[in-house]
């Protein structure tokens, strides 16, 4: 399956659906570490976030811990999928999700966000969203710009309504059960996956009519699981895929399926660049 022209050059701010419309891109310091599980610094991220100041921090609020170590998250089904150290913007003016921003913004300012499709129910495994930036309008909505944090799954829904609230457990990366095969480590796989990277964005722009020019450092030092979320980011075209993606708990075979899209990805862009200097377009007859 080729996926361009969806995959880059702009895999930070997905495009939202025809119920969010986007929000000016903001670029933001303030945004905590991905991984991070506590609630530790969120009365600091929600002043610098735009919530008003605060005379004195109160202590870090913890989200509602069951007796199994489960967290209760209040969910947000959108049909995007959202990666670790991503950034969306969302326009949030459904009731109940307003309702749920009101006491996201009043509590550790996160909610999950999870796949939903057209053909209706939710994915099980999603990300934590954090607001880092937001504006209350006049009647009620929202403006915010959320970053991805950790994923989760789900494993119980505590309730439904006024907005569907879930017991999670965190979901973490495992490694490897056997050593890898040469060539087949997280490392070299993440090297392989840039360099297909570039190759499919030089070809998309000849294809574009764009000037070819250096692509730069696409990794950006990186570690191999970080990356594969990047990667995974940028196939926003696909939002199936990335919920695939997302599911997987293996660093390495995650960059494997991001290699084999990207290699079908390129296969795909050298046969129409091949037709397309093949059969160049006649200047019109006027």
Same mark, same amino acid.
């Not at 933001?28 to 530790?40: D, F, I, M």
């Not at 998250?73 to 959108?78: D, G, H, I, K, V």
């Not at 392989?192 to 000037?211: F, S």
């Given at each position: ?22 929000? !000016? ?32 921090? @109160? ?5 509602? =811990? ?27 003016? =459904? ?54 944090? =950790? ?23 495992? !490694? !490897?059960? =056997? ?31 764009? @000037? ?13 699981? !970080? ?60």
């Amino acid at each position: 399956m080729a996926l361009l022209p969806q995959i880059l050059p702009s895999p930070r701010l997905a495009s939202p659906s025809d119920a969010f419309r986007r929000a !000016p891109r903001v670029h933001s310091a303030v945004a905590s570490s991905p991984g991070r599980r506590g609630g530790r610094g969120r009365g600091r991220l929600a002043t610098a976030a735009g919530s008003g100041p605060s005379a004195s921090e @109160p202590e870090p609020y913890q989200p509602p =811990e069951s007796d199994d170590g489960l967290v209760e998250l209040p969910l947000f089904p959108l049909p995007l999928v959202l990666f670790p150290d991503a950034t969306h913007a969302l326009h949030i003016f =459904e009731f109940r999700y307003r309702v749920m921003m009101h006491t996201v913004l009043q509590t550790d300012l996160r909610f999950g966000v999870v796949f939903s499709g057209s053909g209706g129910g939710a994915a099980d495994v999603g990300c934590v969203g954090e607001v880092v930036k937001h504006e209350r309008l006049a009647d009620d909505r929202f403006f915010l710009i959320c970053k991805g944090q =950790e994923r989760f799954r789900v494993a119980r829904v505590v309730r439904t309504k006024p907005y569907l609230v879930a017991a999670v457990q965190w979901l973490e990366d495992r !490694p !490897p059960a =056997e050593t890898p095969a040469p060539g087949e480590d997280a490392e070299a796989l993440a090297s392989d996956v840039e360099a297909l990277m570039r190759d499919v964005i030089r070809i998309a722009n000849r294809l574009n009519g764009k @000037p070819e020019k250096d692509v730069g450092d696409l990794r950006r030092g990186l570690f191999p699981t !970080p990356f594969s979320f990047y990667v995974g980011n940028t196939f926003e075209g696909a939002p199936r895929e990335q919920q695939a993606l997302l599911e997987l708990e293996d660093t390495a075979a995650r960059l494997r399926r991001e290699r084999d899209t990207l290699r079908n990805t390129l296969n795909y862009l050298t046969a129409a660049s091949a037709v397309k200097d093949a059969f160049p377009s006649s200047p019109s007859s006027g």
